[in-house]
Each structure stands twice: as C-alpha cells, then as structure tokens.
C-alpha cells in the first residue's frame, strides 16, 4: 500500500489506515526473503528455508490417513452426503453437539484425562486469532490493558488491540533465570500501568510458551492464580500448544490448577482458555478456534459475537467424527509426541555441535536460540544485522528475539516441526557450514565455560565492543565482523 | 470496576429484539408432518433449501474432490496447512465468475479486489471497521434485516440511522426520506460515512429501481468520503422481472467523469448462504475496487476465513459452468413457483402481498387484521399466529418497519407439503377470525407476552442466525 492521500485517510476509518494490523514488525520480514526465494529440494535447493512458521506438519499422515478410513466423515463422499443438506443448513453458533463433545474429550485426552471440560462451555471462533479478540471484546473496553509476559507471539499485538483498541503491557521475563514468569516482574508491570493511569483489565499467557516451548510449573500457575485474585483481574490462558509437550515435566493445564489446588481461593469467573487445533493437530487451514470460559456471561458473549467467525459446518462434521474416535485420538497424541521429543533432540544436538545453545525446552514446535554471543553488540541493532545475516548468507527464515518484544537482544525463534527429515537435515549442514566458515569464531562446548566466565570478568572491565573487536581477545569475533551486508 | 466490557453486558447485539424470539416457541414446539402435525411451521427462517440435490448430484458425479484430491493426487496436507488470508486463488476466481454470471455476464470481477471472510455477518461487520468507526452512521433504507443491529453496530460502534420508507410507494426510497435521515443523523450529531442497500432487498425480496440507483448516487457523489455499500446475498434468487441490476452494472454504466467520482466508494458484500443454501459453510465475500479498503479488510479476515476445506469444494463445484448454468436456472425455476404458492395461497386468504420478484419470503401486507393501527396490535396478532395458527414468521417491527402491520413469510425452507398446510391453517384462521372481537384475550396475551419476554432476554437462547 502506498502513501495515502487526505482523501483516502479520511475516507476510511483509522483502524483501517493505522498500522495496528502489526504487519510492519520484522517478524513478517523474512518472509519476503522466504516468499521470493523459497526452498525446494529439487527445484530450489539453494532457497530460504522457513523456519519462521509454527506449524506442525509432523502428523499429518495420521490425519490423512484416518480421513481417507473414514469417509462417511466427509459430506462429500458417497458414504457421506446423505448429512450434505443438514450440515450444509447448520450455522446454529451453539455448534454441532457432536464437535463441541469431541473438542471437549480432545482437550481433556491432550491432558491426561486429569481434567474434564463441559462441551456447553466450548464457543467456536475463527481460529485463536478470532477467539483472543472475541475474549477481550468480552472482557475489556477501549483504553483499558492486558499484561503479557515477554517475549510473546506478535500476532497478539494485532490480535488483542487493533480493533478493540485494548492495549498491552509487557510484563518482562528474563535470560537471567530462563525466562520464567515471576511475582516480582506481575506486580511491577501491573504497578507500572497503575502510575501511567492504565486500568489493566487482565493477564494472557501462553502455556505452553510461544516462542520458549516451555510450560509454566505448578508454583508459578499458583503466583499467577493468586495474582489476578488479588488484583481481581481477568486471567486468559492460551493453551493452543497443549499437546506439543513431548517430555517432562508434563503439562499442567489452568483447568488443572482450578480442580487442583483447592486451597487456594480462585473465582472462576476470571479464568478463561483459548485454544485451536491449528498447532496440536496441524490444520490452522480449517480455522478452528476455541474459547472455554469458566464466566457464563463470557460464555454467552462470547457466543453471539462467534457468529462472526464460527467453523464452517463441514470441518465441524468432519472433526466431530475424528476427535469422537477414541483409538485414533489416543494413538494420535502419543505419537504426535513422539515425534516432537524425536525432531527436537535431532535439531538440538545439531545446533549443540557448532555450540549453539537453546533454551531448555520440552514443547512447542520450535526453539529459542541463544545467539547473543554472534552479536557485534549486546543491541536490537546488531540483533537485525545478525539477523540479516541468517536469511540472506545462511539462508534460513528465523524470528528474531525484538519482535517477540524480548527484553534482551540475541534470542531468535527458530521452528522446527514444519519441515521434513531431509529439510531438517539441510537446514542443520547449512548452520554447520555457516559456523565451521567462521571456526575461530565459535568456540566448541567444552571451553565454553571458561570463555564465559573470562568474558564476564573482561566486561566488568572493558567495553564490550572492545572485546568483541580486540585481536589479542580470547573471545570469538562475532561472525558479523566479516560478514558483508 | 466493572468485571466485563461495557459490549459484553449491552444488548447491542439485538438479540432481545422479537425477531428472534419467536424461534423459541418453534423449538419447543416444531412442526413434523407425521410426529407433530400440530406443532409451530417455522416460516422465520430464509434459507433455500429447495436445490439441496442439485448439489447432492453434482457431488456424486465428483468423487476426487470428496477425496480430497486433485488429479488423483491427495491434497490433504496443503489444505489442512492452507492459512493464507488472500484465499485459495481458485476459490475466488470461481466465486467472481458465478458472480458474474449471476449477472447476466454483464460485469466482471477480478479476484484480487475479493476479500473472503466467514459469512456475509463477519463481512458486514468488517468494511464497518473498515470505513466507519464511533460517531459516525450508515443510513439504512427500512425495513431491514434485523441482524445488520449487531453486524454493523455492535463490536464497531457505528450507528445505523433509518431512511424511513412506506407502502405509500411499495417502499422505495425516496429523495425525501433519504434527506430526512441525513438531517436526522446529523441531529444526533453523527457522522454519515455513507448508506448500505441490501439489492435484492430482505425482507421486501424486491429489487432496487434504477430511479433508486440514481437517486443513491446522486446522494454521494459530492459527498467525498461517503461510501455505498450494496449487500447482494439475494442476487442469484431473483427469479422474475424486473431482472437483478447490481450496483457494479450501474457503475459501469456510469459516465467516466461520474464514475471516476465514486468507483472507490462503492463496496459489495456477497455470500453463498442464500444462493446456494450453505449457511453452514460460513461463505462470504467483500468486493471493493479500493485498494487500501481490500488490504485492510483482507488484514482483518485473519479473524474469520474461510475453512480451506470448504474453500476446497466449493472451487471445485463454482469451476464447473455446467454445472453453474445449470443451478442458477433451476433454483430460480424453484423459487418463483414456490413463491407463486405462498402468494396465491395468501390470496385465497384474503391476504395480500408486496410484490416480489426475489429473495425467499415475501412482504405480508396483514394490517387489515389488526385492531389497531399500532405496534402493540401487531405483536397482538403476531402472537396469534404463532400461538393459535402455529406459524412462526417475523413481525415488521423487528426489521425496523415505520408502519405496523407487515410480517415477513419465508417460503424456501419448508417443504411444498408443509406450505400447503401452512396456506391451510392461514385461511382457517382469517375464516374463523372474521367476526371476532379485538381486544378480548389480548390483556392475558400482553401479560403473557412480557413475562415471556422477561425471560428470554435473561437467556443465552439459540440459533438468531438467519436472515
């Protein structure tokens, strides 16, 4: 879209001519690179590879496979289409009966049967992205704020605010203790927003964490539960992650906590789940978005404003029938496991055999990287050089650390399960091959430590570029130094 | 502080409105030939399910696509990945083409100014957000479908102020109705951002004259920031003359220099849920020859797109001219006899009504059966008719009509069977009626009504997703 004229500003509303669409973030950006140069094993070898899309492509011959078995699923088919003119007919936003049990077993099976979900609690949305803005039409005015824990999934910053005009406040994790979650940081972003005259009406989190891949432990959900009670504030759990938690410790659901942890005093009324299919079972294309609120006044809220993205009829036939079949479900979930824990150990020991270290992880479908230390500077400017550096000479699509807001420079997001064994495969050679390029410049595992701890007694000392930049220093250049924009 | 938003404990989204509480007395009580042949005939409801297998038909003969395949190569992964928010580039080609055939070829649509959304709600809504926001309003000609309250006011903020039209002139708009609103809104101190139409019209199923188009464009010529939006979801059940002239056929028609003022104001909204009776399937469409209206609405159907399954199908069926050709004649064949039945049937009654030569439901002139010229007397009788006749249809009032009397009778979502037993029960009723008091019951009915209505509104009920 060009510049626009007067005419054109005044013509259309200023949510239409603002950039609250958020797709101005770099987050976005490597997808051109991606889009006008992608790769293909034959056709593009040479290509970016997208490691910028959280999808899961890992199971889909499970799906495919139970869809083809299964075809009085479809409304098309021969075994199907006597249902072709009922299903076609129903656009009741209560849902079919049928789907709203199956996502309700869905998401009770991806959590171990510890918890039960009611299907008349479950409203339909256009994906997560339609339910989190429907939860916060629901739950907030214009003006009003929800924290958010950093670093978090960009899509929220379009999600929750532009057309609620809702606003967010970071609340800040860090490096320091893995990025978890802490009382501390809750009570100073929410005393912050105070001072600022911001009437902060919840808090969203992520668990698992997109971009960490981590869950939150029973002691922090408990900080979090026992936080928004006092605050009286809202409290919305994305949970689209559930059942990519591939090893220990395994996943605690807010529901959990809620039938749980009894002695703790919790008015549902301020608990609210979304959730989607889109990542646990790989079809974000079929758009469909859940939210499950403890609030029956959000529930039925919620439920009106559904009508303006419910599930098409025949993707709620077709996975009414899928997430009713028990056998399927089950073996599905353990498999899916499976091979999440598989790629992941494959692409953490190639990233550990050129010394790249990731956040410990046991979920999601990607990885936090830790690449501060290829930094020319501990800036957000070096981090885009760095980054530049990742599409256009490793020619691989990351996400950096900024535009998931993280607090420090140096993180990237780099996703995993989107891809084959061979793209896995290519994608770890090149890293290598990048790497091993500039040798004298990452050190291998084992001197590690020492480096560390001399680095951090030269900072306390010297500028930092001073290190980076002195011939004489033991710490690596930052391949930045050589590299050519 | 209040623990909800102020949208979420309002009733903006208009479901207290009587529209939809009639629906609660057909579920509790629904007609079925063999198993309640006493019970409420729901004639509230618009769908088309009168072409149900020609559809059915077509599916049998393409069995790839029930497969998921495409050249007998499973495209099942593609789909199920397939987010993309400019949608699958066959889908909108075969949409713009059944649209232009829709209209007689006489205007083409590029696929690249479409924007795909979840249903005609979700794009209604959408080029609100896009054009309009709090304080400014769009003027509606009245009646009108009841739903556009919540579609276009609700989440938006924007206000629908009503260009009052009368049976003084089988409801067209007039150039002095159209003034009055503007000067009402601006009373109120609204903004006009422009006027929407629904061509052809629910619940009138008349469609718009050219003297109306002239007069509509007339309107916002000079007016540079004010849009026309033409919701065209009826467009393919015009089934008789005056044939369908769409908003995009007048702009072609336009000299440059009037065109040239307002091409990229004028916004079509369509959907499949009434041409092809897919409500389900949650199909709408936005088309805009405004560039930045396209990318920001494309932006913003990120919270509603189309399932990539269905988008699937329905490129596949919308491919087939055939097949199209085919369906568009045939559901028109349908929907004019049937029409002829409720009409003639009404006839018979006594009763008569606008005449129409679209949509699914004709415009009952019933205000010879009111005891009084009021709204009141209207709900009186429209609980006489679902209580004592058992049919459920919708009261004029409830689509914002400024003359008491009219009610709003679907006849494309029943069988021919239950229609005629419907026309029955309507000639029954006027034929035991004549000669009865006004007046007698209705104390007990108001009493009865507003409890009733007490507690429906406090209710989460179902299904007000019709038009």
Not at chain 1, 79 to 103: C, M, S, W
Not at chain 2, 2 to 12: D, E, G
């Amino acid at each position: 879209m060009g510049v626009m004229s007067k005419e054109q500003s005044q013509l259309l509303s200023k949510i239409a001519t603002g950039n609250g669409h958020g797709e101005d973030s770099p987050y976005f950006d490597g997808w051109k690179a991606y889009d006008e140069n992608p790769y293909h094993p034959t056709n593009n070898p040479h290509g970016v590879i997208q490691m910028g899309l959280a999808e899961n492509q890992l199971t889909a011959d499970l799906v495919e496979e139970w869809v083809m078995s299964n075809p009085e699923a479809s409304i098309c088919t021969p075994e199907g289409v006597t249902d072709f003119k009922a299903i076609a007919n129903f656009q009741d936003y209560h849902g079919l009966p049928e789907f709203r049990k199956g996502v309700a077993k869905f998401m009770a099976k991806s959590r171990g049967n510890r918890v039960k979900f009611e299907a008349e609690r479950i409203v339909m949305s256009g994906g997560a992205t339609g339910a989190h803005e429907v939860t916060t039409f629901c739950l907030a005015d214009p003006g009003d704020a929800f924290l958010v824990p950093t670093p978090y999934y960009p899509g929220f910053d379009r999600d929750l605010r532009w057309r609620t005009g809702v606003q967010l406040v970071p609340v800040k994790c860090e490096s320091s203790n893995n990025f978890k979650l802490t009382k501390q940081a809750l009570e100073d972003a929410y005393d912050k927003a105070r001072q600022d005259n911001i009437r902060v009406k919840g808090l969203l989190i992520t668990n698992p964490s997109n971009p960490l891949g981590t869950i939150l432990d029973r002691a922090t959900l408990r900080t979090i539960v026992k936080f928004i009670n006092d605050k009286r504030i809202h409290l919305v759990c994305d949970e689209i992650y559930a059942a990519t938690v591939f090893s220990h410790p395994g996943f605690i659901s807010i529901a959990e906590i809620l039938e749980e942890e009894t002695d703790m005093e919790c008015d549902r009324d301020l608990v609210h789940i979304v959730y989607s299919l889109s990542k646990d079972m790989g079809f974000p294309g079929f758009r469909v978005g859940i939210i499950y609120s403890y609030n029956d006044k959000v529930v039925q809220c919620a439920r009106k404003m559904s009508s303006f993205g419910l599930v098409s009829s025949q993707t709620q036939h077709l996975l009414a029938s899928m997430l009713n079949d028990d056998e399927f479900v089950g073996r599905f979930l353990a498999e899916s496991a499976k091979r999440l824990g598989e790629r992941y150990r494959v692409f953490t020991k190639g990233l550990g055999q050129v010394g790249i270290k990731c956040l410990p992880s046991n979920a999601g479908l990607f990885l936090w990287m830790d690449l501060r230390r290829l930094l020319k500077k501990a800036t957000f400017e070096a981090e885009m050089e760095l980054w530049r550096v990742i599409i256009h000479e490793v020619k691989i699509n990351v996400s950096p650390g900024a535009s998931f807001h993280c607090s420090e420079p140096g993180w990237f997001r780099v996703c995993y399960a989107n891809m084959d064994d061979e793209a896995v495969k290519v994608s770890l050679q090149r890293i290598h091959t990048f790497v091993l390029k500039n040798k004298d410049v990452v050190v291998p595992d084992k001197k590690r430590c020492w480096q560390d701890s001399l680095r951090l007694s030269l900072i306390k000392n010297r500028r930092f570029d001073d290190i980076i930049m002195s011939p004489h220093s033991p710490i690596p250049h930052s391949p930045l130094v050589n590299a050519t924009n | 502080m209040r623990l909800l938003s102020r949208k979420a404990t309002c009733n903006t989204h208009g479901q207290d409105s009587s529209y939809f509480l009639g629906w609660e007395e057909y579920e509790k009580n629904p007609y079925d030939k063999v198993k309640n042949p006493n019970g409420i005939i729901q004639m509230g409801l618009a769908e088309n399910q009168l072409s149900f297998d020609l559809l059915e038909s077509w599916l049998a003969k393409n069995p790839d696509v029930s497969g998921f395949k495409r050249d007998g190569k499973s495209i099942f992964r593609e789909l199920a990945l397939f987010q993309d928010y400019h949608g699958l580039p066959l889908f909108k080609k075969a949409l713009v083409d059944f649209m232009a055939e829709i209209r007689g070829n006489k205007v083409t649509f590029d696929p690249n100014h479409m924007v795909l959304t979840a249903g005609a709600t979700s794009a209604n809504e959408t080029l609100m957000f896009c054009v309009a926001e709090e304080g400014d309003a769009f003027l509606l000609p009245t009646p009108y479908y009841p739903g556009f309250d919540r579609d276009l006011k609700w989440r938006t903020g924007v206000e629908i102020v009503p260009i009052q039209c009368t049976s003084s002139n089988n409801f067209r708009i007039t150039e002095s109705a159209l003034e009055q609103a503007y000067q009402d809104a601006r009373k109120r101190n609204l903004r006009v951002k422009g006027v929407l139409v629904t061509n052809p019209s629910n619940p009138l199923g008349t469609t718009l004259s050219r003297n109306e188009f002239d007069l509509l464009v007339d309107f916002i010529k000079d007016k540079e920031t004010m849009h026309l939006i033409s919701d065209e979801i009826y467009s393919g059940t015009v089934f008789s003359s005056p044939s369908f002239v769409s908003v995009m056929e007048i702009l072609k028609e336009m000299t440059p220099n009037d065109a040239a003022k307002i091409w990229n104001r004028v916004h079509v909204v369509y959907s499949l849920s009434k041409d092809l009776g897919l409500p389900g399937f949650r199909v709408g469409a936005i088309y805009s020859e405004n560039d930045a209206v396209v990318a920001a609405a494309t932006k913003m159907s990120s919270f509603g797109l189309v399932s990539s399954q269905t988008q699937y199908l329905l490129a596949a069926m919308l491919s087939d001219n055939k097949f199209t050709k085919k369906y568009i004649s045939e559901n028109q064949k349908r929907l004019r006899r049937r029409q002829r039945m409720l009409v003639t049937g009404l006839q018979k009654a006594g009763i008569k009504c606008l005449k129409s030569n679209a949509g699914l439901f004709c415009w009952v002139d019933m205000r010879h059966l009111l005891c009084s010229n009021t709204f009141e007397a209207e709900m009186e009788l429209w609980k006489k008719i679902v209580y004592q006749v058992g049919l459920n249809i919708s009261p004029g009032s409830s689509c914002h009509c400024s003359e008491p009397g009219w009610f709003r009778v679907c006849f494309a979502n029943m069988s021919q069977d239950t229609l005629n037993v419907a026309m029955k029960r309507v000639k029954n009723f006027v034929t035991d009626s004549t000669g009865a008091e006004c007046g007698s019951s209705s104390a007990c009915f108001t009493k009865s009504f507003s409890n009733w209505v007490f507690r429906l509104s406090s209710r989460d009920h179902r299904a007000p997703e019709e038009r």
